[in-house]
Structure formats: C-alpha cells, structure tokens
C-alpha cells in the first residue's frame, strides 16, 4: 500500500507561481511512475507530469516550459511548479503513483487562479 499526501493549492492571481507537493509512505520500492494529473469538473482527467524511479521525466504538451517537476527522494516527496499561472490552469490537482502492480491516488488539491 502507498499513502499520497497533496499540499499547497489554493487560490492565486494570474501571473503567479505555486508549489504543489505530494508525499509518499508506505511500500515505495521498485520501480514507479509518480506524477501529477488534473481534472476539472465534468473533463476527463489529464496527465501533466510524471516522473520514474530513474528520473525520467515526461509531461504533456500544454506544461511547455510553466511547469516543472522534481523529486525528493530522501523526503519522499514529488514537487510540481507552476509559474506564471494562468485561469486554464484551475482545477483539481491529483497525485498518482503507479507501480505497475498498482495504481494509488491523492485526494486532491484544488488550485483556482482567479483575479
């Protein structure tokens, strides 16, 4: 079992950065695919970064260079920034971390950019 802690949405101005973290505990050996996916009410969830047990790195086309994803290991702990946010960015931010084996999510982060 691995337990996913999201921390740091909330409500921003557009032009703004954010930090969003997600912690992991439990079984995290092996190899992963951790990352970050976003829903917003009534679309399908979308990928927006993820990140290996190698360090490899992928992240859909609309991240562009706004957002950048990293890890700390020796925290457990996935990092997502976002600069210079925009309004299409709101949505439920949700933490992923798939094993192969097993597939466990976040509860979510809302993050609104609003004026």
């Known amino acids: 079992q691995v337990q996913l802690v999201e921390s740091g949405g909330g409500l921003v101005q557009p032009g703004e950065s954010l930090r969003l973290s997600c912690a992991a505990s439990g079984d995290t050996a092996g190899d992963y695919h951790w990352g970050w996916y976003r829903q917003v009410r009534g679309n399908q969830r979308e990928m927006v970064a993820t990140?290996?047990?190698?360090?490899?790195?992928n992240a859909a086309d609309f991240v562009k260079d706004r957002f950048t994803i990293s890890r700390d290991t020796a925290k457990s702990t996935i990092v997502l920034q976002i600069n210079n946010v925009k309004p299409e960015d709101t949505a439920v931010y949700l933490c992923?971390?798939?094993?192969?084996?097993?597939?466990?999510w976040g509860q979510g982060t809302q993050f609104t950019v609003s004026s």
């Open positions: 990140i290996t047990s190698d360090g490899t790195t």
């Open positions: 992923n971390f798939f094993t192969g084996r097993a597939d466990y």
